[in-house]
């Protein structure tokens, strides 16, 4: 099995509510706390195994805002785990999912370093490394209904914009999607051959907001108005 998520930059509103949802879950899980820092003082700060980027791209009229959640893309041949000195960082070989043994980590910061995705963060609190676990306490949870075994992220996302799957299966949701929305990885040209995917998002048409636009359109909504209150 090689586990993984799909991510529509198509559909994503930007609205982190699965930031949110993997802090929720990663905070009360059984994995132990994802550390805040100061969380009612002035400048609040802590461990984020998801954070949302957003991107204005293209010239106006053809601009468009790209929101771009980034977590651990769980790499085939994983970077953070071949410079890892302890062997804390390990690739699982079951289903793929990159994981990191708390009780080896020494919180070097090596792998934060050799992460080209940005996806691990050092807890300061507790001295040691944290990142997306792909959820591994909910998606074999077998005292969960079969609905529900899927990561957090997946199960909050309001625009469903994520998908969670086995990409060697190509008959999983996953792989459909790939192949045919043209999903692709994230800078593949690095080589770590990362698990999860984007589906890109389609290009849009330019809004027509000028004046005479505008006008034309609130004419036309008084007029509908006006021969609904007549018939
Ligand atoms: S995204 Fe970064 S942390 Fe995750 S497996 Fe790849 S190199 Fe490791
Ligand atoms: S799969 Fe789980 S741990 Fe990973 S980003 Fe989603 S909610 Fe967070
Ligand atoms: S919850 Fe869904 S729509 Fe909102 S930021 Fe995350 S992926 Fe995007």
Same mark, same amino acid.
């Not at 793929?96 to 995705?117: E, H, R, S, T």
């Not at 969960?144 to 992220?153: F, M, T």
């Not at 005479?212 to 018939?231: A, F, G």
């Given at each position: 099995m090689k *586990?993984g998520l799909?991510i $529509?930059l198509?559909?994503?509103v930007?609205?982190h +509510?699965? #930031?949110?949802a993997?802090?929720? =879950? ?6 132990? +706390? ?10 609040p700060?802590?461990? =984020?195994?998801? &954070?949302?980027?957003h991107?204005e791209v293209g010239d106006?009229p053809?601009n ?5 959640? *980034? ?5 085939e041949? +994983?970077e953070c785990v071949?410079v890892?000195p ?5 690739k &699982?070989k @079951?289903?793929? /999912?990159?994981l ?11 792998? +934060?370093?050799a992460?080209p995705?940005? #996806?691990?963060?050092l807890?300061r #609190? @507790?001295g040691?490394?944290?990142?997306c676990?792909?959820?591994i $306490? %909910?998606?074999?949870d077998?005292?969960?209904p079969p609905?529900?075994r899927?990561? #957090?992220c ?6 469903h914009a994520?998908h969670?799957?086995d990409?060697?299966?190509? *008959?999983?949701?996953v792989?459909q999607l790939?192949? @045919?929305?043209?999903g !692709? !990885? *994230?800078m593949?040209e690095l080589?770590?051959q990362? !698990?999860?995917?984007y589906?890109?998002? %389609?290009p !849009?048409?330019? /809004? ?5 636009k505008?006008t034309?359109?609130?004419h036309?909504?008084? @007029?509908?108005?006006?021969k609904? /209150?007549t018939t």
């Amino acid at each position: 099995m090689k *586990l993984g998520l799909v991510i $529509d930059l198509d559909v994503c509103v930007g609205c982190h +509510a699965c #930031a949110v949802a993997c802090k929720q =879950w990663n905070t009360s899980g059984t994995l132990g +706390a994802l550390t805040d820092y100061a969380p009612y003082g002035r400048n609040p700060s802590g461990v =984020w195994f998801n &954070r949302i980027r957003h991107y204005e791209v293209g010239d106006f009229p053809h601009n468009k805002t790209v929101n771009m959640p *980034l977590s651990c893309m769980h790499c085939e041949d +994983a970077e953070c785990v071949n410079v890892c000195p302890t062997g804390a960082s390990y690739k &699982r070989k @079951e289903d793929g /999912i990159v994981l990191i043994d708390q009780d080896k980590c020494m919180g070097c910061n090596y792998c +934060a370093w050799a992460c080209p995705y940005g #996806a691990r963060e050092l807890d300061r #609190a @507790e001295g040691t490394m944290k990142k997306c676990t792909l959820c591994i $306490d %909910r998606i074999y949870d077998q005292y969960l209904p079969p609905e529900e075994r899927q990561p #957090a992220c997946v199960l909050t996302c309001p625009a469903h914009a994520r998908h969670f799957g086995d990409f060697d299966n190509p *008959l999983s949701k996953v792989s459909q999607l790939v192949r @045919e929305r043209g999903g !692709t !990885t *994230l800078m593949p040209e690095l080589g770590y051959q990362p !698990t999860n995917h984007y589906l890109p998002p %389609r290009p !849009t048409r330019p /809004i027509d907001t000028s004046a005479e636009k505008q006008t034309s359109l609130m004419h036309k909504v008084k @007029e509908w108005v006006n021969k609904l /209150i007549t018939t």
